[in-house]
Nanobody, 128 residues
Framework: VQLVESGGGLVQAGGSLRLSCAAS????????IVWFRQATGEERAGIAC????????YYASSVKGRFTISSDIAIKTVSLQMNSMKPEATDVYYC??????????????????????WGQGTQVTVSS
């Protein structure tokens, strides 16, 4: 599956952006799609995940309550609605096909960092 991200841009703190991840090549039904961010030289950090097998969603604690991930299987698109944005959210955002979030033995969520495929990313900049 090929993924293309869009919707990034410049927004003021407190504002909103909606990112889209368009898939082609095969259906996204049943796939786990993760939105993650990554700066040059930094590790990938999962933001939100939607598990296509049962529709479960997962969010990083830093965005819970402000970001919403959703999918439209018919148009093969996964969206990330980002509200009440903060300057520390500035980064390049990617979507990737991977495994879903699981909890370790202590209940700490483990986010995937390896993906079968991912897009070229979209820049998000939040001004203060």
């Amino acid at each position: 599956v090929q993924l293309v991200e869009s919707g990034g841009g410049l927004v003021q703190a407190g504002g909103s952006l909606r990112l889209s991840c368009a898939a082609s090549g095969c259906t996204i039904d049943g796939l786990a799609i993760v939105w993650f961010r990554q700066a040059t030289g930094e590790e990938r950090a999962g933001i939100a995940c939607i598990d296509g097998s049962d529709g479960s969603t997962y969010y990083a604690s830093s965005v819970k309550g402000r970001f919403t991930i959703s999918s439209d299987i018919a148009i093969k698109t996964v969206s990330l609605q980002m509200n009440s944005m903060k300057p520390e959210a500035t980064d390049v955002y990617y979507c990737g096909v991977g495994v879903t979030v699981v909890d370790d033995a202590r209940g700490t969520p483990i986010w995937p960092t390896d993906f079968a495929s991912w897009g070229q990313g979209t820049q998000v900049t939040v001004s203060s």
